[in-house]
């Protein structure tokens, strides 16, 4: 693990937000970062894209299948990709514009009546 000196004073531990805090954090930020080694899904990903967020995410795992080109993606395993990931977002503002964009399309993509009509379908393929 890579120690780097000072950072604890620019990290900020919240714990339990509510939903509408959470919603004001997504659409204040500058970058969502979520570095994840394992996701089963990436709800966080969909939430941050929901509010127009730019995030930064991994590649590996279900976080590039979600994000897909809604989002800067990085080898979580490697502190300078993460880095890369959010100095390109935080030094170029066109290109966090452009970014923030695809993330709303493709939030689109995902919803729960999209999920209950899919599952409705397969159900009935069953029967």
Do not use: H, W
């Amino acid at each position: 693990m890579i120690a780097y000196e000072g950072l604890e004073r620019e990290i900020i531990f919240l714990g339990y937000l509510s939903d509408f805090e959470l919603c004001a954090l997504y659409n204040k930020t500058k970058a969502f970062v979520f570095p994840s080694f394992y996701e089963g899904f990436g709800f966080p990903i969909l939430e941050a894209f929901q509010c127009g967020a730019a995030v930064v995410t991994s590649k590996s795992s279900s976080c590039g299948e979600v994000a897909c080109d809604g989002a800067v993606l990085i080898d979580p395993s490697r502190p300078d990709d993460i880095a890369s990931g959010i100095k390109k977002i935080l030094s170029d503002e066109r290109f966090a514009f452009a970014l923030k964009e695809k993330a709303l399309r493709r939030a689109q993509d995902f919803s729960f009546e999209k999920t209950a009509k899919e599952t409705l379908k397969v159900y009935q393929g069953v029967g």
